[in-house]
Structure formats: C-alpha cells, structure tokens
C-alpha cells in the first residue's frame, strides 16, 4: 500500500488494545402506551450471552426510555471507533416513516409521525454509531412486528403530509416493512424479515430469529455472509417459510468469523485476505463456489483470494484472474482494484498499466478508498506515464481521507502541515491525525509517539487540543509530546496497558 510521507516501521511491541469486538444489545417489552412484547427481553438476554461467550464486550440496555437509549448509542459510538468490529442487536418496535427507519423505546407517546421522528431512534443513528469500527459494522433488528399504533396514526400521518406521504408503516404491519438501508461499505444490516413481511414471536421463551442467531453465532469457522445465510435457512424452516430474514449492505472482501477460526483463533480476520479465505472450510468453499456462479461477486473475490495466496497447494493466479475479471465487470469495486494491482505488476497475466490505470480510475469513482489513495499517489509523483497533478492527487487523497482510509487522513495531514492544501490550517490537520490514530493504524501511532518533530509546532499543539476534547489528555499545550501526551496517544489508539 503506497503512503505519502510514511516511513514504514515495525509494528509497536506489547501493547494492549480495548476489545477488538463490542456489542450493543437493546432489549425493549414494556411500552408506557403501545401493545407490550412476549419475548423482547429474553431475545435481548440471550443474544447478550451468546455474545459476551464468543468473546464480545457487550453492554445491555432493556426497556429504556428515549434518552437513556440515545446516551447509550454515543457512549457506544466512541467505544467502537477502537474496535474491530461494532454490533448492535435491538428488539422491540420498529416503524417506518416517509421511507426512515425509527426504533421506539418504551416511554414514547406516539399520536403523530412528527411524534415518531422526535421521540424515537433511527436506523441511521444506530448505523452512525457502529460507523467508527475499524473493520466490520453490524446492526440486526429482531423488531420486524406488528404496527403498534394502528389506524388512527395511519389517518394523522396522511394528514400531516397531505396527499404525498405515505402512512407509517410497521414492519410487517399492514403488508409494509421498514424501508431498506443503503449502508456503506464494509456494514451488513440483518433484518428479522424481509421488507411487507411478519416477523414471528414464537410460541416458546424467544423468537424464530433470535433461535436462529444463538444457533449460528458461537460456530466456529463460519464466515458472516454463510452465518447469515444459515439464520436465513434455520428461520424458514422454524416458520414453515412465513419468515424470510433479509440482510443489505456491502462486506469487504476480507472473511470475518464472529466466533473466531476454526483453528481457535479468536482474531475477526487475518490481515491478509488471501491467507484468511485460504483457512475456510471445505464446505464453505463449496458454498462460495455455488453463489459465485450465481453472481455473487464477495464469493468471486474470496475464491480469486485463495487462489492468489503462494502458501495453498491452490495458488493459480490465472484463475484468480478469471475470478476477479468476473466480479470487475459486475461491478466490484474491491476486485477492481485488485485485478489492477495484478496487471501493474504483472501477476497472472502480461502487464498491462493502460488497463490497470483504467480499472483503479473505476474502482475509485466508486469511492473505494484503498484506489482513491493509490491513484493519488500515482498522480502525486507521476508514476506510470501520467503527468503529476498535485491538485488531482490533492483531490483523491481528500476523498479517501473522507472514506477513513488511514493512510489517506495521515497524507492530508502532513500536506495540510506543509501548507500545500489552501484554507486548511493546523486543527484541520490534527483532525485528520487524531482519526487516523483512531483507526488503529500502527504506523501513524509509532509516528506520533517517536517521531512528532516531522510536524509543526502549531500542528502538535492542536493535536493535543484534540485529544483533549475528548478527555484523553490533560496537560499543558506545548507541543511537546512527553509522557502526558505519550499516554493520550495511547489512549486514542485504543491502548489499555503500556
């Protein structure tokens, strides 16, 4: 991976980070105004457990009112940006309005949609606040159940947007569902249900889904995509196919195991994505092959990944060229860029740097951040035949530094730092550091820690601002980065012992 400005250094020794996994379960049943739910709380409970036994750090809220459940999502959202992966479970009820997603929390007091929007929790919330994990961000709602409000907020809804809004909608009341989400890349929304359908309570202590869940999540070796799949199968089956679970979103290209491998380790991933696919199950192999000929480009990437990791008796880059050619032409993004990496360097194939150019510019008119980077580097230093456009690659490292690509925000920073981006100043650079260090990028944190000096003084000084306004540091503003700011460093990495 191309960095401006990094000098590469080895990983730090020792050091401890927060949880790589933690979980948010909310659990709502005894609503103040609307119909109560049968097994909310035990879903809530026992997706808690599930969790906490494969290595989650879970926090539980039951039956909260509207505040409480907000205070919840923030301190949440700042615990996730030093994890992995970030997870929200909720059970309860969920309303659609005017196309937004709404989780109500049992002191709401629903007349009116206007009521819904002020009192209750969106999706998008929930999604901002497993927005900062590092690696994986999962929201799953078990509350796909019956409309609590009725008609009389159908007839208040159509009043309050006349003739161009739709009525609140339930999911499952009414034939409706909760509107599907667009997430970003790299986070998986789950469903109970598919969007007009009912989700079933159950007749014993939990629902179809929750059952479903608990049965799949502590499996060792079972990637997410085939985990959700599973749940999918075991929730039709349970409900003699009355209940469909439906997951949206877009997971990178990189396996995660929610209970760990199947060797035992507990690791979400392996960096490598060509060594993680390579340690997947016959069986789950068999599986990708199977959805990669229906079109599913992820299974595409994970079969081309196999066959470009040298250490499996299955290394055969040609086909993993076929594989990626595949998915590139659907659309992928990811294996856009990895089929341009090959042709650059002349993996599998003849080089070719017309096409490989061609195919980076696609992936990161996409927004793909790992091309947006590497394109601007390749534009930055004129590499490969091209003019050096310092604006463009000014340009391209702003978007991927958007996109949170570590490397990226630490580019912007130091050109920021040296006066090259215009009307951006020191805070804005150490914005950008203080993200990066927040990613859980090693090098920027051995950087920071043992060469500050490659910053200004102006620059050093509002990175300690920053970690001070979000109480990481409380120390003079000097700029001198000695053990005070050692320490808040540290903790903004998400170190918890040094």
């Known amino acids: 991976m191309r960095a401006l400005g990094f000098v590469l250094l080895l990983i730090l020794p020792g050091i401890a980070v927060a949880s790589d996994r933690v979980a948010l379960v909310i659990g709502m049943s005894d609503y103040e105004t609307v119909v109560d739910l049968d097994n909310t709380l035990n879903d809530a409970r026992d997706i808690g457990d599930t969790l906490n036994r494969i290595g989650f750090e879970v926090t539980t809220v039951l039956d909260a009112g509207g505040g409480e459940l907000r205070d919840a999502l923030d301190s949440f959202a700042f615990r996730a940006e030093t994890a992995d992966l970030a997870l929200i479970y909720f059970a309860g009820h969920g309303v659609e309005v005017q196309g937004a997603n709404y989780l109500i929390p049992v002191d709401a007091d629903v007349r009116s949609n206007r009521d819904i929007q002020r009192q209750s929790v969106s999706l998008d919330m929930m999604l901002a606040a497993v927005d900062g994990a590092r690696k994986m961000r999962i929201v799953i709602l078990d509350s796909c159940r019956d409309n609590p409000f009725g008609d009389v907020l159908d007839i208040a809804a159509l009043r309050e947007t006349e003739a161009r809004a739709e009525a609140v909608r339930s999911l499952g009341g009414g034939g409706a569902g909760l509107a599907p989400p667009s997430p970003d890349r790299g986070t998986m929304v789950a469903f109970a249900a598919k969007d007009g359908e009912k989700a079933l309570d159950g007749s014993g202590d939990n629902s179809p889904f929750a059952i479903a869940l608990m049965d799949a999540l502590p499996q060792q070796g079972l990637e997410i995509s085939l985990m959700f799949r599973q749940v999918r199968d075991r929730v039709l089956e349970i409900t003699g196919n009355l209940q469909e679970p439906h997951t949206y979103g877009s997971l990178s290209g990189t396996p995660f195991y929610l209970a760990g491998a199947s060797d035992g380790v507990t690791r979400i991933s392996a960096e490598d994505p060509r060594e993680a696919w390579s340690a997947i199950q016959p069986d789950q192999q068999e599986r990708l092959a199977a959805l990669a000929s229906q079109g599913d480009t992820r299974s595409m990437l994970g079969l081309a990944y196999i066959h470009l990791n040298t250490a499996d008796p299955r290394h055969d880059p040609a086909e993993a060229r076929k594989l990626l050619e595949r998915a590139a032409e659907a659309g992928s993004a990811e294996a856009q860029f990895e089929l341009a990496r090959m042709l650059e360097q002349g993996v599998g194939a003849e080089r070719n740097i017309d096409r490989a150019l061609d195919l980076y510019r696609e992936a990161a008119a996409q927004g793909f ?43 912007v920073a130091a050109l920021i730092d040296d006066g090259l981006i215009e009307g951006r100043g020191p805070e804005d650079a150490a914005r950008y550091l203080y993200r990066a260090l927040r990613s859980g990028h090693s090098e920027v944190y051995a950087i920071l820690r043992e060469q500050p000096g490659m910053f200004k003084l102006e620059t050093r000084k509002a990175l300690q601002r920053e970690l001070r306004r979000y109480a990481l540091y409380d120390g003079m503003i ?21």
């Open 369 to 411: 951040p790992d091309a947006l980077n590497d394109l601007g580097f390749l534009n930055y230093q004129g590499e490969h035949g091209l003019a050096r456009d310092v604006p463009r690659a000014l340009e391209l490292f702003q978007k991927a530094a958007d996109a949170r690509h570590p490397e990226a925000m630490f580019n």
């Open 478 to 498: 000097d700029g001198d980065f000695g053990p005070g700011t050692q320490r808040g460093l540290s903790r903004a990495y998400g170190e918890t012992s040094g």
